[in-house]
């Protein structure tokens, strides 16, 4: 993930709950502290974030109809969903992941 990438992930967050997203509850979405979170979010908003905090981003990016949902998540194209159940289950999905989004930058 570029830090250009990271911008967009930040806007498209905020857009997909329904409020803008500071850099400190990007800070609190990646688990930094708040003494100096929202420095390294703008230091990654340049270089772009590496490790295990891309992956978690990657993650929580499947909060906004922007992104894939990614593989390992995906259950709902087993032939045990029925068709036409699965776009109500990815919606529900997503609506998890905001919500989960949301409960971290409580």
């Not at 570029?2 to 997203?21: M, N, S, V």
């Not at 930094?32 to 992956?55: C, Q, Y």
């Not at 709902?76 to 919500?99: G, I, L, T, W, Y």
């Amino acid at each position: 993930m570029t830090g250009a990438e990271l911008k967009k992930l930040r806007q498209h967050l905020g857009e997909a709950i329904g409020q803008p997203l500071s850099v400190a509850d990007m800070a609190k979405l990646c688990g930094l502290p708040a003494s100096d979170g929202a420095d390294t979010i703008r230091k990654w908003e340049v270089t772009g974030p590496t490790g295990p905090v891309a992956e978690l981003l990657r993650i929580l990016a499947m909060a906004s109809d922007r992104y894939p949902i990614l593989e390992m998540f995906n259950v709902f194209d087993r032939h045990d969903v029925p068709v036409k159940d699965r776009p109500a289950r990815r919606q529900a999905f997503r609506e998890q992941m905001r919500s989960d989004v949301r409960r971290r930058i409580a």
